[in-house]
């Protein structure tokens, strides 16, 4: 079993000793679609994987929020935002904007890119580097400003 699996099942445990209903409920969800790609699939997800399920989970919440602000659902909007606080948990530490300004920076000498045709390049050496780290669509506006610019 993947190491970041089993951190999620010990803080699915602390929750529930805790009595964190909101954390747990969160958590529970987390594995539930962990399972759901390892049944469909019929593999079992290693870290990466899971790193990639919980981006794009972090993903859906911030969409959700901004489009329940947007509608004026402040009690839906707060809830996603426990539920986005709680998936941060399982992430590695977000990229600061000069780190991530000078891993696109490597990322473009790396690949030879020269133009906005190359930027498939560049962002496929991106994407490991920064998954769970950093917003894909911050990093692909960097990326354009630069191969523009």
């Given at each position: 079993?993947?190491?970041?699996?089993?951190?999620?099942?010990?803080?699915?445990?602390?929750?529930?000793?805790?009595?964190?209903?909101?954390?747990?409920?969160?958590?529970?969800m987390?594995?539930?679609?962990?399972?759901?790609?390892?049944?469909?699939?019929?593999?079992?997800?290693?870290?990466?994987?899971?790193?990639?399920?919980?981006?794009?989970?972090?993903?859906?919440?911030?969409?959700?929020?901004?489009?329940?602000?947007?509608?004026?659902?402040?009690?839906?909007?707060?809830?996603?935002?426990?539920?986005?606080?709680?998936?941060?948990?399982?992430?590695?530490?977000?990229?600061?904007e000069?780190?991530?300004?000078g891993?696109?920076?490597?990322?473009?000498?790396?690949?030879?890119?020269?133009?906005?045709?190359?930027?498939?390049?560049?962002?496929?050496?991106?994407?490991?580097?920064?998954?769970?780290?950093?917003?894909?669509?911050?990093?692909?506006?960097?990326?354009k400003?630069?191969?523009?610019?």
């Amino acid at each position: 079993m993947s190491e970041l699996k089993l951190r999620i099942n010990a803080e699915m445990k602390s929750a529930m000793r805790a009595k964190d209903k909101a954390r747990l409920g969160t958590i529970r969800m987390i594995q539930a679609e962990i399972k759901r790609i390892e049944v469909d699939e019929r593999i079992e997800l290693n870290d990466t994987r899971v790193m990639a399920v919980l981006d794009k989970m972090q993903k859906q919440r911030r969409d959700s929020i901004s489009q329940f602000d947007e509608a004026g659902r402040q009690d839906l909007a707060d809830q996603e935002r426990q539920e986005l606080e709680v998936i941060k948990t399982f992430l590695p530490q977000a990229l600061t904007e000069e780190e991530l300004a000078g891993l696109v920076d490597q990322a473009v000498s790396e690949s030879s890119a020269q133009s906005m045709q190359d930027m498939g390049k560049v962002m496929g050496i991106l994407k490991p580097q920064i998954l769970g780290r950093a917003d894909m669509g911050v990093v692909s506006k960097l990326v354009k400003a630069k191969l523009a610019g």
